[in-house]
């Protein structure tokens, strides 16, 4: 059965399991005992024998959505099918409380166990999933890969059912540690296992600038699915300092690795200052770090910075680093006695110039940052 199919039965099955455990065969429990009152024994078995065969076909659909494909986007319904097995638990031991219906009473638990089975096997086949991605095609502009956005919002959709999977979790045979329940151990590897994924992905880039980009975008957007939802109770505020640590420290490698070889072009020697051939070797400089300046711009606008608030720290922390920077040296290069008023012809860029230059980066394109 295709799963579209399947999951309009479910929903079918989950009314037709509640009338029948709440309403029809209590309803039949009562009138057996009312036929055959003052012998048990035959009440019980006529009532075994009438509710037998719809019994068996309802336990009988739900194993068979316990037994099927481990895909990880039937969680959702399977999650459905336990949570209706275990709030049904009570009614079987109520209504099939006698000697004869002792194998429905055991098949129903059997089943609402494999379906516990079957959740833990999902979330197996999205360790699979992840492990499998392939990284071969770079995201466009070092944006926010796919693989990232689906298991976020996969795990956060889940944890909806937070209570439902730590039962699931806890039925298992794991051991939780003092300050972590299965679950929560369960979500760690999962997010582990995306964070080593996109590592391995970043290294695509033969710039290893956009390498940063990527990992702080992707960073990101992790943190911000963990924080405001009940992944983050799982996960801890321990969990996202941590985190938030790591996109910064991607941050200050991107800095290192696109504009620390710039810095070092506007330093200025004070010793060397007067010296012959000073104001060639800062002539040099400027036009090396025009150069560089130009072809850093042209690349870094057209990357994308996906968060509007790490874009702007982005931008002030590379203000920060230049404008003084470049100023300085400008200020210097000016004074210069064998430049003089031929300064101009060599400076291509004011402070605001630059300033407004860092403001055009990140930009992307729309195709990036989707």
């Not at 166990?113 to 979330?123: C, Y």
């Not at 976020?152 to 540690?177: D, I």
């Not at 290893?208 to 980009?213: D, E, I, K």
């Not at 101009?344 to 605001?352: K, L, Q, T, W």
Request: charged share 25%; proline share 2%; glycine share 6%.
């Amino acid at each position: 059965m295709q799963w579209q199919e399947l999951e309009d039965e479910i929903d079918r099955w989950i009314k037709a399991a509640n009338v029948a455990l709440r309403i029809l065969f209590p309803s039949e429990r009562r009138l057996c005992d009312r036929v055959f009152f003052g012998f048990s024994s035959a009440a019980d078995l006529s009532f075994m024998e009438v509710c037998r065969g719809s019994t068996i076909q309802l336990l009988n659909f739900a194993d068979a959505v316990a037994i099927g494909s481990r895909s990880p986007e039937r969680l959702f319904k399977v999650l459905d099918v336990f949570e209706t097995m275990r709030d049904l638990m009570v009614e079987f031991e109520s209504v099939f409380s006698d000697q004869f219906c002792l194998v429905l009473r055991h098949e129903a638990v059997t089943i609402w166990k494999r379906l516990g089975e079957a959740v833990r096997g999902i979330f197996m086949e999205l360790e699979n999933l992840i492990r499998r991605d392939p990284a071969k095609a770079a995201v466009p502009g070092g944006g926010l890969h796919p693989i990232t956005r689906y298991v976020m919002n996969y795990l956060r959709a889940a944890c909806r059912s937070r209570q439902t999977l730590e039962q699931v979790f806890e039925e298992s045979n794991g051991v939780p540690s003092k300050d972590s329940t299965l679950l929560t151990v369960q979500m760690s590897w999962i997010m582990e296992l995306l964070e080593s994924n996109l590592e391995v992905k970043s290294k695509v880039y033969k710039d290893p600038a956009l390498s940063y980009v990527f990992l702080m975008n992707n960073g990101r957007y992790i943190v911000q699915k963990v924080r405001d939802g009940e992944l983050g109770v799982l996960l801890g505020e321990d969990w996202i300092r941590k985190h938030n640590a790591k996109v910064k420290q991607y941050h200050m490698s991107y800095q290192r690795s696109s504009w620390n070889k710039m810095l070092g072009l506007l330093k200025v020697d004070n010793a060397a200052v007067g010296t012959n051939g000073f104001g060639k070797a800062m002539k040099e400089k400027l036009k090396e770090f025009n150069m560089q300046f130009d072809e850093v711009c042209k690349a870094h606008s057209t990357w994308v910075v996906f968060d509007e608030q790490l874009r702007e720290e982005l931008r002030i922390s590379l203000a920060k680093l230049l404008l003084p920077a470049y100023g300085n040296f400008i200020g210097r290069f000016q004074n210069l006695a064998d430049i003089g008023k031929n300064a101009d012809r060599y400076i291509r860029y004011g402070v605001e110039d630059i300033e407004a230059r860092v403001n055009e980066l990140f930009k992307g394109t729309t195709t990036a940052r989707k």
